[in-house]
Every structure is written in structure tokens, then in C-alpha cells.
């Protein structure tokens, strides 16, 4: 069955970096889109950014811009989250998802992600 599992959350100061990942499997990884979402609590899932199935394509949330970086290792079905200057407003889970969805404005929307892991912690303290 379809596994996506996420690490590499923690505890970190406000400043610091973090990179999470999503390491997937029990689908054809190079053919999914791949998003990550955070959920604060007593918050709606958020969109945080996503890549196309070939690496070309990325968007991000307005809140992440210009801090937070999407990449993917299709030889490795693997999606990294770098997350430089961290702020406490960013602490969440983090959760990745995939998506066959094709056209690229429905990447920002959660009802689109078929498959989703466990999520990963991020805390962020001030």
C-alpha cells in the first residue's frame, strides 16, 4: 500500500533551520505531485508549498516564501521541506502529501492530496 512518512521535525529556536522529509512508497513516485501542509492546533491545514512530479515546478505559501525550500529525489522517492529563519508562528505539524492531480491550482488545496502521512512535529520557540 501507499506509505508516506515524514521526519526530521523538532523542537528549535526561533532563527534556526530544520529540514524535514517525506520519504514515499507503493506508488509510481515520479508521477505524483508532492505537497506539504501544516496544521497549528485549533487551525485549518495550511498549504506550505509543492513540486511537480518533475521537480520543475514548485509553489509555496505566502507565509513561507523566501524561507522554506521544496526539492524531490525521484531516484530515492524522496521529498525534502528545507526550512531556514523559523519563526514561532510556524510551529505545526507537517504533514507531506501526493497528488495525480494535473492541473497546478489545485496543488495549493488539501482535497486534492489522495495520499498523506503521520505528519511531523515543528515547534518553534521564541
Known amino acids: 500500500q501507499v506509505q508516506l512518512v515524514e521526519s526530521g521535525g523538532g523542537l528549535v529556536q526561533a532563527g534556526g533551520s530544520l529540514r524535514l522529509t517525506c520519504a514515499a512508497s507503493?506508488?509510481?513516485?515520479?508521477?505524483?505531485?508532492i505537497g506539504w501542509f501544516r496544521q497549528a492546533p485549533g487551525k485549518e491545514r495550511e498549504f506550505v508549498a509543492a513540486?511537480?512530479?518533475?521537480?520543475?515546478?514548485?509553489y509555496y505559501g505566502d507565509p513561507v516564501k523566501g524561507r522554506f525550500a521544496i526539492s524531490r529525489d525521484n531516484g530515492k522517492n524522496t521529498i525534502y521541506l528545507q526550512m531556514v529563519s523559523l519563526k514561532p508562528e510556524d510551529t505545526a505539524v507537517y504533514y507531506c502529501?501526493?497528488?495525480?492531480?494535473?492541473?497546478?491550482?489545485?496543488?495549493?488545496?488539501?482535497?486534492?492530496?489522495?495520499?498523506w502521512g503521520q505528519g511531523t512535529q515543528v515547534t518553534v520557540s521564541s
Open positions: 507503493g506508488l509510481t513516485f515520479s508521477t505524483y505531485v
Open positions: 502529501g501526493a497528488t495525480a492531480a494535473k492541473s497546478g491550482s489545485t496543488w495549493l488545496e488539501a482535497g486534492a492530496y489522495e495520499y
Open positions: 513540486i511537480s512530479s518533475s521537480g520543475s515546478i514548485r
